[in-house]
């Protein structure tokens, strides 16, 4: 099971970290990701990190802004966000692939098998 957490309502320029922990026992094998949905839009791609080497990939428009992390001994992934905008409102979902993903594949959502109950992102301008 995927645990998110870490949203809130931020202001413009406000920087919020989001965590997700699992709580199987098979964390360091998966490559985890972040998606998020906003109201009306389909869910989109964040930003992955692969396993093993650790390589992550990224949204154009939060490259610079956002940075993945994980941490394998406590089976957790992050997403620390910062300089965040309006648009970055959504609720923020983590998820793990089974999959030997790298690179921009770690933007494929159907390659993702579990997913967490997501956390609310809210950036008021």
């Known amino acids: 099971q995927l645990q998110a957490s870490g949203g809130g309502l931020i202001q413009t320029g406000g920087s919020l970290r989001l965590s997700c922990v699992d709580s199987?026992?098979?964390?360091?094998?998966?490559?985890m990701g972040w998606f998020r949905q906003a109201p009306g839009k389909e869910r989109e791609f964040v930003a992955g990190?692969?396993?093993?080497?650790?390589?992550?990939h990224y949204l154009n428009s939060v490259k610079g802004r956002f940075t993945i992390s994980r941490d394998n001994a406590k089976n957790t992934v992050n997403l620390q966000m910062t300089s965040l905008r309006p648009e970055d409102t959504a609720v923020y979902y983590c998820?793990?692939?089974?999959?030997?993903?790298?690179?921009?594949?770690?933007?494929?959502?159907?390659?993702?098998?579990?997913w967490g109950q997501g956390t609310q992102v809210t950036v008021s301008s």
């Open positions: 998820a793990a692939s089974t999959s030997g993903l790298t690179g921009p594949s770690l933007s494929l959502v159907y390659f993702y098998n579990y």
């Open positions: 199987g026992d098979t964390f360091s094998n998966n490559a």
């Open positions: 990190i692969s396993r093993g080497t650790f390589t992550t």
